[in-house]
């Protein structure tokens, strides 16, 4: 079935580092691709989505490309800022059919002054 | 532009007991999705509802939990009796759906649960 992974956290980083957080993904077809951020004692907020192959999605700095051929989306930020700690989930949606969003388990980030 | 509103934000009961839960979705939004997040995983799909019509169910476990959307507006999710493992966040999210590649679910701030 389809299905997304993420690497595990917590990530620890000071400010100004640059952040990767891979997610990888695995589902028949073209899904759509998610980047979701949970902050503490909030729901989930969408960050940034990418509909097709190549395309960049980007956010408050933020960027992720929709890479079919290593079926990846990673997300990157140039430089991190205390305010970026929070859970990052990555998901995944069929393209038209099905409307759930697959979520992985979420990567914690913890920047620190 | 109000959010998804969720109601109560917290909810500690003992096992057994009936609990429920109540979600208000974008205004306009047709489609409204309850989740289930455990604790360290990401969120998983229970319900799906197009305007008051539950269209996916196929995970919600029908022997303790049920969910309504009257008026295909605001929608509650019960569950009965409570269990200790059914501890975890119960996340509502709303689109104008569609279900096309574009289209964008709206998380609301999660009801807690702890049974005890």
């Known amino acids: 079935g389809d299905s997304v992974t993420q690497m595990e956290g917590p990530v620890t980083l000071s400010e100004e580092a640059f952040l990767t957080i891979n997610c990888t993904y695995t589902a028949t077809g073209y899904p759509s691709l998610f980047w979701y951020v949970q902050y503490p004692g909030e729901g989930l907020q969408l960050l940034l989505k990418?509909?097709?192959?190549?395309d960049k999605g980007s956010n408050k700095g933020f960027e992720a490309t929709y890479r079919k051929e290593t079926t990846s989306f990673h997300l990157e930020k140039g430089s991190v800022q205390v305010s970026d700690s929070a859970v990052y989930f990555c998901?995944?949606?069929?393209?038209?059919?099905?409307?759930?969003?697959?979520f992985g388990k979420g990567t914690s980030l913890l920047v620190t002054p | 532009e109000a959010g998804v509103v969720q109601s109560p934000r917290y909810k500690i009961i003992e096992k057994k007991q009936p609990v429920a839960f109540w979600c208000n979705p974008i205004s306009g939004h047709n489609t409204l999705y309850w989740y289930l997040q455990n604790l360290g995983q990401g969120p998983e799909l229970l319900i799906r509802?197009?305007?008051?019509?539950?269209?996916?169910d196929s995970q919600l476990p029908k022997d303790r939990f049920s969910a309504e959307r009257l008026k295909g507006v605001d929608s509650t999710l019960k569950i009965q009796p409570a269990e200790l493992g059914d501890s975890a966040v119960y996340l509502c999210?709303?689109?104008?759906?569609?279900?096309?590649?574009?289209?964008?679910?709206?998380f609301g701030p999660g009801t807690r649960l702890l049974v005890l």
């Open positions: 509802y197009e305007n008051e019509e539950a269209v996916d």
């Open positions: 998901a995944l949606k069929k393209r038209n059919s099905g409307y759930a969003l697959n």
């Open positions: 999210a709303s689109s104008s759906g569609g279900g096309g590649p574009q289209e964008t679910q709206y």
């Open positions: 990418a509909t097709k192959a190549d």
